[in-house]
């Protein structure tokens, strides 16, 4: 028998025209645009909480517990204009960026030697499992008995806050480059502080960055804590020391005051200092989205 071909039943469409299918792609409206920007969203969660502030504020009609956040603002720019913040602000930096640096720069050489040696690795996994979950400002009193009343108390505890977050975030990252990446480097001839700057470094950078955020969250608190209490040193001291000193005095809408340059310099490291480098990084490099 001679085979049957099967032939296809063939259809002939007319294109349909655009305005037919519907709306497929629309401009943004100008609303659309400004929402989408991630600084007015923030903004505007902030402006809400400074409303609820107001509002509860005058409800509660007790300045000594909370002061209306117009008051707070009005105490804030006095003590700006008379510099009063401003010094006290200068001061907890310097100390700050002494404590930050050198509690970066440790961690850094003990990420190496971890990375580089056995020995290394053991005594890093060791000490912060050992010392990362003790508070920095548990340490204060022994500081204070070792170096006496000043700075150098303070810088000692914020070593301790910033060296073990970063250096274990910092390892974490090292142990997370591919085995591919670290063959490359070794193919390439690179050893020693070149193979940790030119493989490993970039390669874990996002982990590096998280370790000094957090490094960074947690020496700004401990040396807010530690001037509450100890950080007057020859007759001045930072913005904890300041913010003592108000309450004291019961000046409560300055105490808040303190409190709320804590909160603008910890926004603008934030959101400015570190988001920058996270823009012109990893995101930059496709580590991030």
Known sequence: MGSVKAYRQEFVRDVEAPKELGVVERPLTAWEKIWNVGAVRKTLILLALAVVWELYGRWLNNPLLLPPFG?????????????????????SMRVLLTGYALGVFLAAILAILAVSTRIGNDFLETMTSM????????????????????????VFVLIHSVLWPVALNTQSGFMAVSTTLRMVGHNAGLRGIRYVAKILIPAAFGSILTGLKIGWAFSWRTLIAAELVFGVSSGSGGVGWFIYLNKNELEIANVFAGLFTVI???????????????????RKWGMQV
């Open 131 to 154: 010392l990362n979950p003790l508070p920095a400002i548990a340490l204060l009193p022994l500081a204070l008995i070792w170096f006496g009343l000043g700075n150098v108390s303070i």
């Open 71 to 91: 008051e707070v603002l009005r105490a804030f720019f006095d003590k700006t204009t008379d510099g009063e913040l401003v010094s006290a602000s200068w001061y």
């Open 264 to 282: 603008l310099i910890g926004l603008f490291v934030e959101n400015v200092v570190f988001r920058n480098v996270e823009l012109r990084t990893v």
